[in-house]
């Protein structure tokens, strides 16, 4: 198989550069046309009346990163298809957003999720998550624009730091002016971008991988169609590790700041339902997708590992050299495919910033005032500030992925590994406060403090004594002769000495090496005991360990301290009392209409008037949805009574 050569054409430079455009054009458009935003909440929601399907494709782009894109299918070629099972977890979580989290957000209203805990907690506890999400998400935003960066500058030529820049600069831009109207569209095009590319791939993939029978008897031959189902929590991904560790490493996305925002973007409660059922299918068929392009990949490398041949220099740049490869000849394409990777890296980015925004906004800068008191111009005053707040997000996730690309692959690894250690504990604080009446502050406290420790000894350790991970057989036998000795070297510097012979096909499932009974090859299982065991933990089951350890502790110290006295909380903050009707669980489902009348939006709120009834009906314990809140905020500069009249009229 002779390398084909690297860079870009014209016509290359041409379909990437006009991708761009037109996404930076989409998110400057919305920004300007339609109903000019009011208020915060108009910026973050987008007048919660954005289209459903535009609201499910940016949903599903935002959590489709371009580390998934790249990393995904390289993952399927070197470890096989187990990694499918996922597609039962994302199915069930998918499920669980459409029939509990939507109503459960929908009566809360809270324009930050993270408010949540204040409610049912305590405020220190609540910017403690608030805190970790940004860590996380800025942490995270970082690694998604420099490691597509890293992967795309062999087979594109471009240079590392424009990637970066570039895209940084974009989305900080048309985010910071639309907000989350720019973000819904603009991610939305690029999700169309993204999967008509990866059907390119694909298509294109298997012809010239011989066609799909080909394909499939390549991976099948070297147990790549395999899935284990023992029950051993040191294998990597056995199908109980991908099932119950995946469906609560995924969960937590349907609790993410920038999932809720969307939930609550669109008109009702029912609306949000269909848009999830629309991005739903949407996942499950770019996740499809990029397993099987992972499985074509090695149908057409079967013979000859680009890493091993010395041709790409880390796993993550597969997918690249795969696409230079096959779509190499066609004009095009190749920049196409780069369109596709910044797409992805666009929409996670903007989506990450918005959020930040967000929670910076509402958990830290407005508490500092009472802004339910504001008038319209000083709420005008808060929405500069956020969109400067977006800028300044923006221009330290760039400088953060700089960072990243000087200190190298060690932060790169602990960077992705943090998805798993925060979401566990997260999830667990969550679940503590929604289900389990009698867990304390206190208790919550500790919990989330335990589980946030146990999850990055186990990661952290993992990561300090190189926890190895075997890949499947790889072959270099039909390499051409030019490729020189780089092939032998390669064996030496990727592979440790015991894994020479899966390396050349020979690998094991005992500790024998030769064929498995069904005459596949198999991996063997690595015997460890101690910390050992302990960090060779598959990394699926991070956020379980978090999880459990959260809720356990949680309920120990809440029992050992002083339970909480649920009578004082209303019944809509407990998920499980989401279906019942008692009185403190009683909250329209649907946004309230709006009236306008001239700079001053009225919304009508049975019991409830003005800004003097607010504080009334927060005292007695009904507290009101965040979005009728910042509504209310305008009323002073109109008499309660001009009100009334108005709504009698």
Same mark, same amino acid.
């Given at each position: ?13 041409? =379909? ?36 459903? +399907? ?12 371009? @580390? ?43 324009? $930050? ?29 970082? @690694? +998604? ?8 500058? /062999? ?6 730091? &424009? ?39 694909? +298509?294109? #993939?298997?012809?010239?991988? #011989?066609?799909? $029978? ?45 999932? &809720? /925002? ?16 629309? /991005? ?10 990029? @397993?099987?392009? !992972? ?25 690249? %050299? ?17 369109? &596709? ?25 407005? *508490? ?34 700089? %960072? ?28 503590? !406060? ?16 335990? #589980? ?10 993992? %990561? ?61 299982? *690595? ?15 991070? $956020? ?7 809720? &356990?502790?949680?309920?120990? =110290?809440?029992?050992?301290? #002083? ?54 009906? /927060?005292?007695? !314990? ?28």
């Amino acid at each position: 198989m002779e390398p084909k050569p690297t860079g870009f054409s014209i016509a290359d430079y041409i =379909v990437f550069a006009t991708s761009l455009l037109a996404s930076f054009g989409i998110g400057v458009y919305s920004s300007l046309a339609g109903k000019k935003e009011q208020t915060t909440d108009d910026f973050f929601f987008g007048n919660h009346d954005m289209n459903i +399907v535009a609201v499910a494709l940016s949903l599903a782009a935002t959590f489709l990163s371009a @580390i998934g894109l790249l990393g995904l299918p390289s993952e399927i070629y070197r470890n096989g298809w187990s990694y499918s099972v996922l597609l039962l977890s994302e199915t069930i979580c998918g499920l669980m957003g459409i029939f509990l989290f939507i109503p459960f957000f929908y009566k809360l209203r809270m324009t $930050s999720v993270y408010e949540y805990f204040e409610h049912r907690f305590n405020r220190t506890l609540r910017r403690c998550a608030c805190l970790l999400f940004i860590t996380y998400m800025m942490l995270y935003m970082s @690694i +998604v624009l420099y490691a597509p960066a890293l992967a795309l500058s /062999q087979v594109s030529g471009l240079p590392i730091w &424009v990637s970066i820049l570039t895209s940084g600069l974009i989305c900080t831009i048309y985010t910071s002016l639309g907000g989350m109207k720019a973000v819904i569209w603009t991610d939305a095009f690029q999700m169309v971008i993204m999967l008509c590319g990866v059907v390119i791939v694909l +298509v294109h #993939g298997v012809i010239s991988a #011989g066609g799909v $029978s080909t394909v499939l008897e390549a991976n099948r031959n070297t147990g790549r169609l395999f899935v284990d189902f023992h029950g051993d929590p040191t294998i990597r991904h056995s199908f109980w590790a991908l099932l119950v560790g995946g469906t609560i490493n995924i969960m937590p996305f349907g609790l993410n700041q920038a999932t &809720v /925002q969307r939930y609550l973007s669109v008109k009702n409660k029912r609306a949000a339902q269909r848009m999830l059922s629309i /991005q739903l299918p949407t996942i499950l068929t770019w996740w499809t997708i990029l @397993i099987s392009v !992972g499985l074509t990949m090695f149908g057409y490398y079967k013979g000859c590992d680009p890493q091993l041949s010395g041709r790409i220099e880390r796993p993550d740049q597969m997918m690249a %050299i795969f696409v230079s490869d096959v779509l190499g000849y066609l004009q095009g394409l190749p920049g196409l495919f780069t369109a &596709v990777v910044y797409s992805a890296t666009l929409s996670t980015v903007s989506s990450g910033v918005n959020s930040i925004v967000v929670v910076l906004t509402e958990d830290f800068i407005k *508490p500092m005032h009472d802004m339910r008191r504001k008038t319209l111009l000083e709420e005008r005053t808060i929405m500069r500030i956020t969109k400067g707040l977006s800028f300044l997000i923006g221009f330290v996730a760039i400088g953060m992925a700089f %960072i990243s690309s000087a200190l190298g692959r060690g932060l790169i690894q602990f960077c992705v590994s943090i998805e798993g250690m925060c979401g566990g504990p997260l999830l667990g604080l969550f679940f503590c !406060g929604m289900m389990l009446p009698f867990v304390s502050s206190k208790g919550a406290t500790v919990g989330v403090f335990c #589980g946030l420790v146990m999850t990055f000894w186990i990661g952290i350790g993992a %990561i300090v004594t190189h926890a190895t991970v075997e890949p499947m057989p790889l072959f270099t036998d039909t390499c051409p002769a030019f490729f020189g000795n780089e092939t032998t070297d390669n064996f030496a510097a990727f592979f440790p000495a015991n894994q020479s012979s899966a390396v050349k096909g020979i690998s094991s499932w005992n500790d024998t090496a030769g064929l498995g009974p069904d005459n596949v090859f198999r991996i063997q299982r *690595p015997n460890l005991s101690g910390l050992d065991w302990l960090y060779g933990i598959s990394y699926m089951y991070y $956020s379980m360990v978090g999880f459990l350890v959260t809720i &356990v502790v949680a309920t120990v =110290v809440s029992f050992a301290t #002083g339970r909480q006295d649920s009578s004082k909380i209303p019944d809509r903050f407990f998920l499980y009392k989401l279906y019942s009707n008692s009185p403190g669980n009683q909250r329209p489902d649907d946004e309230p209409q709006r009236k306008k009348y001239g700079d001053v939006i009225f919304v009508p709120v049975p019991v409830v008037v003005g800004v003097a009834g607010a504080a009334d009906h /927060q005292a007695n !314990g009904n507290l009101l949805p965040r979005q009728i809140e910042n509504h209310l905020l305008l009323e002073s500069q109109v008499s309660t009574d001009r009100l009334l009249s108005r709504t009698d009229n």
